[in-house]
């Protein structure tokens, strides 16, 4: 089992850059897949980014590659995403979430672990 605690979120113009982090306790965090989702108030949780246990592929959401990159650091249990071109549609609450050993999956009822959020505001 671990714990996530997100940081990093804040205000930031259109066309900036942010750099989340997801931290876990324990020492098995190499174990899990780990995720990101985000939540807009009055709309649904949505996939973002997604990183696997085993081989480290990694897979996004069409509404965010070539700008957002999810990574992990396994010996400071930590996982990362890093959001360049921000635009205000990707103004939310964004969480991490994981699940031991299993596949990425955009559902975010197949993930067993997840961070209290932290606010990402872009304005225009």
């Known amino acids: 089992q671990v714990q996530l605690v997100e940081s990093g979120g804040g205000l930031v113009q259109a066309g900036g850059s942010l750099r989340l982090s997801c931290a876990a306790s324990?020492?098995?965090?190499?174990?899990?897949?780990a995720t990101w989702f985000r939540q807009a108030p009055g709309k649904e949780r949505d996939f973002v980014a997604g990183?696997?246990?085993?081989?480290?592929?990694?897979y996004y959401a069409d509404s965010v590659k070539g700008r957002f990159t999810i990574s992990r650091d396994n010996a400071k249990n930590t996982v990362y995403l890093q959001m360049n071109s921000l635009k205000p549609e990707d103004t939310a609450v964004y969480y991490c979430?994981?699940?031991?050993?299993?596949?990425?999956?955009?559902?975010?009822?197949?993930?067993?672990?997840w961070g209290q959020g932290t606010q990402v505001t872009v304005s225009s």
């Open positions: 979430a994981a699940r031991p050993l299993g596949l990425v999956s955009t559902t975010s009822s197949a993930y067993d672990y």
């Open positions: 324990g020492r098995t965090f190499s174990s899990y897949t």
């Open positions: 990183i696997s246990w085993s081989s480290g592929s990694t």
